[in-house]
Every structure is written in structure tokens, then in C-alpha cells.
């Protein structure tokens, strides 16, 4: 069996999500394992929405353990990972990540990531990134874009190949050191840190300054109430 560093791995032609088909892949190698597919018929995206899986793009899964207590760690390191990643291809550009783990490239979508329940403490972290094309978006808050659109033309397997070394590096860090250092670096490269941002909940739209990441991984609003924690949400400005 295929193996990228420690991971069991395996593409297939087409699926409905890579987020389930990694669970089937999962039983069988009982081991953490990714799972890519070159297309995806039902690809889906955060609070219910739909992701457009445009063929020539990267959807990978990734299944591993979590202990619960870590899972919001690790929903802000795999946002940093994948910025990193696409540093790594665009070089030249300003890479952000957008809370709480959406990554920018020129104010426009490249990457999100969906997290989801396996068995055990099993969970899929399952990761789009537009590499050869940009999908059209519409009513969404930020427009997409692609490797593609600045002139990059790269295969979908070196991207994965990368990810899984960030990955692998900011993991290990995280276990070695704790979440501090996560934090330092994500905070560097955050969207809008320290400016006036929106966050939709529930279709209820928040207003403040975006403060700080607490060190639970939560987004710190400033508003005129206080400082309030935010969970969940959407962020856009
Ligand atoms: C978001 O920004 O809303 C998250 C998008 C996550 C998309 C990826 S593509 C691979 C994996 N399979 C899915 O169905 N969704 C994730």
C-alpha cells in the first residue's frame, strides 16, 4: 500500500466526499490515512454548505486521532499548515488565514477545511485547496481563487506531498511544545488581526475589533459590550 511519510494513502478516480470515503479506507488500514480524489460529487463545506470540486483540484482527507480536549488546536493548525503550503507555491504573495481556518490569498478564498467525527477519537480533517481552477461563487462572502490564477501551474500530488511535511512539522511541534507557539506564528499571518471584522452566526451578524486567539483557539471580539469569545462563525469584513 502507498504511504506519503507515515500515512497510509490512496486516490481515487471520483467520490461523493473524501470525508466519507476516508472512513471506509480508515477501517481497513486502522491507521491514520489520507485519502484524495481526483473529482468529488458531493463535496461539502462548514456549517452545511456546499464546496465545488472542480476537477484538477486538490480535496484530500485526512484521518487520525484527536483527543477532544486538543480539537480546536487542531483546527487552527491545519489552517497554518495549509497557509504555509500555499507560501510555499506562491512565494511572492501575502498568504492570511482567515479564523478559523479558511486561507487567503489576495483577499480571496484558496483552501477550507472541514472537520468531521469518525469512530473512536477518530477525525477527519478534510482539506480543498483550488489549484488548477477557481470556482465561481455565488452569495458567498468571499470570492475563490487559484494556484491558477497567479500563474502556477503545479501537479495536485507535490501540493499534497508538502502539506503532509507542514503538517507533520506544526503536529509534532504542537505535541513537543503545546499550543503557544501554534498560536504565535497564526497570529502572524491572521486576516484583519486588530481591525474592525463581522462575524455571522446563525444569519445574526456580530460587529467588533478583532482582539486576540484565545488560548482555547476561540476568536477574542472586542465589541462595545466587552470582549466576548466567538466559537463559531463566519468572519468577513
Ligand atoms: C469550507 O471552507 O467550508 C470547508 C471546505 C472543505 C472542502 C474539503 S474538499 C475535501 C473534503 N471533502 C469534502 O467534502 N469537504 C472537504
Redesign the pocket.
Given at each position: 500500500m502507498e504511504k506519503i511519510e507515515n500515512w497510509f494513502y490512496q486516490n481515487l478516480e471520483e467520490t461523493t466526499?473524501?470525508?466519507d470515503a476516508v472512513q471506509e479506507f480508515l477501517k481497513k488500514v486502522r491507521s491514520p490515512c489520507i485519502l484524495t480524489a481526483n473529482c468529488?460529487t458531493?463535496?461539502?463545506?462548514?456549517?452545511g454548505?456546499q464546496?465545488q470540486?472542480l476537477k484538477g483540484n486538490l480535496?484530500?482527507?485526512f484521518a487520525y486521532q484527536i483527543n477532544l480536549r486538543n480539537l480546536k488546536h487542531m483546527v487552527i493548525l491545519s489552517g497554518l499548515a495549509v497557509a504555509e503550503t500555499v507560501q510555499y507555491f506562491l512565494p511572492s504573495q501575502i498568504v492570511e488565514v482567515k479564523w478559523p481556518n479558511?486561507v487567503l490569498v489576495d483577499n480571496k478564498?484558496i483552501s477550507?477545511?472541514?472537520f468531521e467525527k469518525s469512530f473512536d477519537d477518530y477525525w477527519v480533517m478534510?482539506?480543498?485547496i483550488n489549484v488548477c481552477h477557481t470556482p465561481i461563487l455565488q452569495n458567498a462572502l468571499y470570492q475563490a481563487t487559484s494556484f491558477a490564477d497567479f500563474g502556477i501551474l503545479c501537479d495536485r500530488k507535490e501540493v499534497l506531498k508538502i502539506l503532509v511535511k507542514k503538517f507533520d512539522f506544526l503536529k509534532e511541534q504542537y505535541e513537543k511544545e503545546g499550543f503557544f507557539s501554534i498560536k504565535k506564528t497564526w497570529l502572524d499571518k491572521a486576516y484583519n488581526r486588530g481591525k474592525k471584522i463581522n462575524i455571522q452566526q446563525n444569519g445574526k451578524i456580530k460587529e467588533g475589533i478583532f482582539q486576540d486567539l484565545s488560548d482555547d483557539g476561540d476568536l477574542i471580539l472586542k465589541t462595545s459590550n466587552g470582549c466576548e469569545k466567538i466559537i463559531v462563525g463566519d468572519l468577513f469584513v
Open positions: 466526499s473524501t470525508n468529488q458531493g463535496g461539502r463545506g462548514r456549517l454548505r464546496w470540486s480535496f484530500a482527507s479558511d478564498k477550507g477545511i472541514l478534510g482539506i480543498g
